[in-house]
């Protein structure tokens, strides 16, 4: 039996992660995301279609992955049932909300009481995955509530609660442009990924899964605030960006490896059976392997992540 961590330590995550301890992780805990990529190609998609492509992904890719986050909606059931999550590969499994709360505009994070670490075991998850939105840049207006605060303290609690259960947590940020803001620059772009991780890495989770900060320079500086493990995320961009990504992430940032989902399979979407299985075995597959030699001798092991 997994027994809970003293207050400070770190769970273990060997079971996502490879005997180095670096991680190779699929994302496809896409829902809505996933649904726009079928109305993109031109078909509306039905959940079974949903339910399919993520059963063909896994069985293609989990033999070379040491994990694969998925979503309990349509991912884990469908793939559980078709027995196509190889036996190597760790199991994640996404427990925030399908939908994001809002105040005035901006994100606002929230949970589902319910869709905690005990019910992420109850599913046969290796670890808690959950994603929240934060920029400690936006302005707080005097009356209002103070969502970054808001959201630290739900990451707490998250954190809190998977340690009680004895299950890592691995927590995502996605940063976002405040009301009034059309988009960010890059510098505030890097100013937000590296405030948000310096509070979330305050709560202590197992696992950070962070926007690469868009330099070299901005991945040390990452690094210097961090004092638990992180792997970078891919965000979709095209596989050939996201492996020199990958690259300096490791280098300059210290980062334990990545958690890549739409660089690696997007074009699945939309093929019929056939294409798909070619593609995934020709393309995404090789695809995969060739992140796996980016991070060789590059990712610091989990052990030693954070400070």
Do not use: H
């Not at 069985?59 to 349509?74: E, N, V």
């Not at 207006?141 to 259960?165: H, K, M, N």
């Not at 940032?253 to 059976?273: C, D, Q, T, Y």
């Amino acid at each position: 039996m997994t027994m809970a961590a003293p207050q400070g330590q770190s769970l273990s995550l060997s079971n996502i992660s490879d005997d180095s301890g670096t991680f190779a992780i699929i994302a496809f805990d896409q829902r809505n995301t996933l649904r726009r990529m079928f109305t993109a190609v031109g078909i509306e998609a039905t959940d079974q279609d949903m339910r399919d492509v993520k059963v063909e992904v896994t069985r293609a890719l989990t033999p070379d992955a040491t994990g694969i986050l998925l979503d309990p909606q349509l991912g884990v059931g469908a793939v559980t049932d078709a027995g196509a999550l190889d036996s190597s590969c760790g199991l994640l499994i996404a427990s925030e909300p399908t939908d994001r709360g809002d105040f005035d505009g901006e994100p606002r994070s929230y949970s589902i009481p319910e869709q905690n670490a005990a019910w992420v075991k109850s599913m046969g998850g290796d670890a808690v995955k959950v994603l929240v939105m934060m920029n400690p840049q936006r302005e707080v207006r005097a009356g209002e509530p103070d969502i970054t605060l808001e959201t630290v303290a739900l990451v707490q609690s998250i954190v809190d609660d998977c340690r009680e259960q004895g299950i890592p947590s691995v927590i995502e940020n996605l940063i976002f442009a405040p009301r009034g803001v059309e988009s960010l620059t890059p510098e505030q772009r890097e100013r937000a990924i590296i405030s948000s991780a310096e509070l979330l890495t305050a709560t202590k989770p197992d696992l950070l899964k962070l926007e690469y900060p868009g330099s070299p320079e901005g991945c040390r500086r990452l690094s210097d605030v961090l004092t638990v493990p992180w792997a970078v995320l891919s965000a979709g961009v095209d596989f050939d960006v996201f492996e020199d990504v990958i690259k300096v992430s490791c280098d300059d940032g210290g980062a334990s490896g990545f958690i890549a989902g739409r660089s690696v399979w997007k074009e699945a979407v939309g093929l019929n059976p056939a294409e798909r299985a070619t593609f995934l075995s020709e393309t995404a597959r090789p695809r995969l392997l060739k992140l796996r030699e980016a991070i060789a001798g590059r990712a610091t092991p989990w052990q030693n992540g954070g400070r």
